[in-house]
């Protein structure tokens, strides 16, 4: 258990709706990191936020937002959803943003768009 | 730019075989390498990692020394179980652009037979 949570842990949908997977990181890390993990594209980095504020964006689509709450927990809002954005949605956390550091993941939300 | 390149999956073994996944990185600078594992159904472990060259990084039996001259993290296990059947991912980590770029290999996939 890397003490990462993530909520739901499936999630079944239809095309154009919109979703919200939760994410709580390890206690004392300030750092919340968002990848996408599919069959053809991979693990892919979408957003990394520290201590309330975006620090990094990735891949990540313009129909995709995120925000970290003063508690740390971290949300991912994917909307217009679309069959391709079917996937495993993984939150990691960290201890701080810079300099180098171990990324801890969660178990992963999977998202499917019928 | 920063890459990792993993040999290709799977990978068949027989229980208590030789285990090697090669693992080569491009990188300027410094990064960190590590190895996660993703076993059926689950999220990213953290199996191992190691910070600069020469480090051995080792957890579960399984271990990879991190060889800048070869730029290379191979991971090992000398007898391996039908329990360590699941996809591994070797990584590197950069701080790069204000943060932490956490940058995947394709993954291999490892099945053992009794």
């Known amino acids: 258990d890397s003490g990462v949570t993530q909520t739901p842990k499936h999630l079944i949908t239809a095309t154009g709706q919109r979703v919200t997977l939760r994410c709580s990181p390890r206690?004392?890390?300030?750092?919340v990191y968002w990848y996408q993990q599919s069959l053809d594209q991979g693990l892919q980095f979408l957003i990394q936020y520290y201590n309330g504020e975006e620090r990094a964006k990735g891949n990540i689509l313009e129909r995709f937002s995120a925000q970290q709450f003063p508690d740390l927990h971290s949300e991912l809002n994917l909307s217009s959803l679309e069959l391709g954005d079917s996937a495993l949605y993984f939150c990691?956390?960290?201890?701080?943003?810079?300099?180098?550091?171990?990324?801890?993941f969660g178990p992963g939300t999977r998202l499917t768009v019928l | 730019g920063n890459s990792v390149t993993q040999m290709e999956g799977p990978v068949t073994l027989s229980e208590e075989a030789f285990l090697t996944i090669n693992c080569t990185y491009t990188a300027t600078g410094y990064p960190s390498l590590f190895w996660y594992v993703q076993y059926p159904g689950e999220g990213l472990q953290l199996l191992l990692k190691a910070t600069k060259a020469d480090d051995k990084g080792s957890n579960k039996g399984f271990e990879a020394t991190y060889r800048k001259e070869t730029t290379s993290f191979h991971l090992e296990k000398g007898s391996v179980q039908v329990s360590d059947s699941a996809v591994y991912f070797c990584?590197?980590?950069?701080?790069?652009?204000?943060?932490?770029?956490?940058?995947f290999g394709a993954g291999t996939r490892l099945a053992v037979h009794p």
């Open positions: 990584a590197l980590t950069m701080f790069s652009g204000g943060y932490n770029k956490l940058i």
């Open positions: 206690s004392g890390d300030l750092s």
């Open positions: 990691a956390s960290s201890v701080e943003a810079e300099g180098v550091d171990t990324q801890y």
